[in-house]
DNA sequence: TTGTACGCGTTATCAG
DNA sequence: CTGATAACGCGTACAA
């Protein structure tokens, strides 16, 4: 075979092979692509057809270098297994729409080592910011010590207004103030609350709410208990627990600080002994996830505005990104309640 | 100010940037970047001083375009919401740590426009390779029309044995057929099929697993119901059409194509009439979400192994991407039983 | 070991 | 409307 015919092009055509096929400069292939009103419309067709002979696709490296930047923004989500994250990426994949920009998805599953490696990665990719969800305080310092100014980012369902970042977050400490009068509304009076690792921040953070309700009605906690984490199975030995003194009427109502805990404590309670929730003792959760709502007794709980959440934090990184003159701020989203069948009376 | 000294650098500082503060040359910081190993220590120290003080990050765009590549691949899911993507995103995300690779995810939400988009945008970027993940026969259609040969891509969750993709998939008429004959074990003889649309793959699948588990019993079914969708509002509606045949011994056993629809329907049957699962009637779903074993009657189910299928998928698409000789493959995974309360007897 | 120069695939500018 | 050409920021032979 003679070298010109048996040399077979591996990799991909270049825009310069479209040129050669369709007979023009890679100017106009250029044209084409990005500013088709710029170029003849015979041309135009010579140059779609060979387009698509060769099966050319630009390469968005070499076209990002040439335009400089890129038209999307990273996401960082801690965890996808819960649905408040989903609406986040929901919200800033619309918001991102909007204004014609795409979203990119990263999965950090709470761990530092990946939040920064993403944030890394991103940074590298030249997107223009990065919304990272954080739930943990040690992290954000880490992350903020680390972290080089000129990137924009802004922290998610995490709130600090020392101005060194945008913050969006929900309101945990009205949330856990919401929970809590709720109980105390419908009469209950010895409350525990039950909330995973202080390290946590929106766990910390109902805590708060959940002392100031309970201050402000002139009462002390019966009990703060912290269990490892904030699922199910921890939920489920709390409730073991907590049997004997709501049995004692030490206890009639426990705040818990997300739905699978409070559905692990109504299952371990009504299994143990017989213990009926809400007549015996009201139980509310947090999150409103598909555990609330789809429990054998509907159980009470706060609603997060997830999806707006991550709306409003693509718009505060947009807004830094584009605006000359930004000023961090710290917005806060007020979470709503949800009762159910967990607190009736 | 002098000229030199006001300059500020708006924009991120360069390889060069860098180079001139530690008085080396471009072409070693590109190695203490890349190849330490190939530059002295007290040059190495300097040049690593100066990164840190400009705060350098290497500019990937240009980076992947003179190294001629990217060291990550796409994956595209449809439904962040239901746990078997999250699965196969973290079994993915397995797969290629353990090559040195990363992954980029992007949120189809089952949206033939989307899949189409993010298709792409990850051809622009030049990734490795996509995963794909699918579950309607259509859109697989579509986009195998559309897409141009070249970029690899496999399916995930969508079996095709036509030997243009590799494809990976969990045996769904091997689960319909687990489901049926787990109630046909169980003494159950009266047995429908509820499962959505028949453009979800999936789905008709199981329909066909059930079908041969009957056909083999030699039994045949008594309806094959076909609602709307999935989920557990649909489960609902069926649960109430199904009542009155339940209670008139017409109907003993109901295989569900998934636990949301199976979680509505023992919902259904519980509220509206004194039916219950499982002594009158048997129901089985499918997917092992927290709907079925969250249930106030746990749910049996059919166990997918997600996590698996993102492994095998990705290793799947290194293989392709990097095996000279790559032929097509078509992958199956069994699924399992998980036997709960709502098919005891 | 270090410096120089070229190439990667596109876009944008500016003459024709 | 089209074509030549200089960036874009970095990797890497190759020479010093």
Same mark, same amino acid.
């Given at each position: 075979?003679?070298?010109?015919?048996?040399?077979?092009?591996?990799?991909?055509?270049?825009?310069?092979?479209?040129?050669?096929?369709?007979?023009?400069?890679?100017?106009?292939?250029?044209?084409?692509?990005?500013?088709?009103?710029? @170029?003849?419309?015979?041309?135009?067709?010579?140059?779609?057809?060979?387009?698509?002979?060769?099966?050319? #696709?630009?390469?968005?490296?070499?076209?990002? *270098?040439?335009?400089?930047? +890129?038209?999307?923004?990273?996401? %960082?989500?801690?965890?996808?297994?819960?649905?408040?994250?989903?609406? #986040?990426?929901?919200?800033?994949?619309?918001?991102?729409?909007?204004?014609?920009?795409?979203?990119?998805?990263?999965?950090?599953?709470?761990?530092?080592?990946?939040?920064?490696?993403?944030?890394?990665?991103?940074?590298?990719?030249?997107?223009?910011? @990065?919304?990272?969800?954080?739930?943990?305080?040690?992290?954000?310092?880490?992350?903020?010590?680390?972290?080089?100014?000129?990137?924009?980012?802004?922290?998610?369902?995490?709130?600090?207004?020392?101005?060194?970042?945008?913050?969006?977050?929900?309101?945990?400490?009205?949330?856990?103030?919401?929970?809590?009068?709720?109980?105390?509304? +419908?009469?209950?009076?010895? %409350?525990?609350?039950?909330?995973?690792?202080?390290?946590?921040?929106? @766990?910390?953070?109902?805590?708060?709410?959940?002392?100031?309700?309970?201050?402000?009605?002139?009462?002390?906690?019966?009990?703060? %208990?912290?269990?490892?984490?904030?699922?199910?199975?921890?939920?489920?030995?709390?409730?073991?627990?907590?049997?004997?003194?709501?049995?004692?009427?030490?206890?009639?109502?426990?705040?818990?600080?997300?739905?699978?805990?409070?559905?692990?404590?109504?299952?371990?309670?009504?299994?143990?002994?017989?213990?009926?929730?809400?007549?015996?003792?009201?139980?509310?959760?947090?999150?409103?996830?598909?555990?609330?709502?789809?429990?054998?007794?509907?159980?009470?709980?706060?609603?997060?505005?997830?999806?707006? *959440?991550?709306?409003?934090?693509?718009? *505060?990184?947009?807004?830094?990104?584009?605006?000359?003159?930004?000023?961090?701020?710290?917005?806060?989203?007020?979470? +709503?309640?949800?009762?159910?069948?967990? +607190?009736?009376?």
């Amino acid at each position: 075979m003679s070298d010109a015919l048996s040399r077979e092009e591996p990799s991909s055509p270049g825009i310069k092979d479209v040129a050669a096929l369709a007979g023009v400069s890679i100017a106009s292939v250029s044209n084409a692509l990005n500013h088709r009103e710029r @170029v003849a419309p015979s041309t135009l067709e010579r140059i779609d057809r060979a387009i698509g002979m060769l099966g050319y #696709i630009p390469n968005g490296a070499a076209r990002q *270098l040439a335009a400089g930047g +890129t038209r999307s923004f990273g996401l %960082i989500l801690s965890d996808l297994g819960n649905s408040l994250f989903v609406d #986040i990426a929901r919200g800033a994949e619309r918001a991102a729409e909007e204004r014609g920009l795409s979203v990119v998805l990263a999965n950090s599953d709470g761990k530092l080592e990946r939040e920064d490696r993403y944030v890394g990665l991103f940074a590298e990719t030249r997107v223009r910011g @990065v919304l990272l969800t954080l739930n943990d305080a040690s992290h954000f310092r880490a992350i903020a010590g680390r972290h080089a100014y000129g990137q924009p980012i802004v922290m998610l369902n995490f709130h600090d207004d020392t101005g060194r970042y945008c913050t969006a977050s929900i309101d945990n400490e009205a949330g856990g103030y919401l929970a809590t009068a709720h109980l105390l509304e +419908t009469g209950r009076r010895r %409350i525990v609350f039950v909330g995973g690792p202080d390290t946590l921040q929106p @766990v910390a953070d109902r805590r708060l709410g959940f002392l100031r309700a309970l201050g402000e009605a002139g009462l002390a906690p019966v009990d703060v %208990i912290a269990p490892a984490w904030v699922n199910r199975s921890d939920g489920w030995q709390v409730g073991r627990r907590l049997a004997d003194p709501v049995l004692d009427g030490e206890v009639d109502g426990i705040v818990a600080a997300s739905d699978l805990l409070a559905a692990g404590i109504v299952q371990a309670l009504s299994e143990i002994r017989p213990i009926s929730v809400p007549e015996t003792v009201s139980v509310i959760g947090y999150d409103n996830n598909q555990a609330a709502w789809d429990a054998p007794i509907p159980i009470s709980t706060i609603s997060q505005p997830g999806e707006e *959440l991550g709306y409003l934090g693509a718009g *505060l990184l947009i807004d830094e990104v584009e605006g000359a003159e930004h000023q961090h701020r710290a917005v806060r989203l007020a979470p +709503t309640l949800i009762a159910r069948r967990s +607190t009736e009376r």
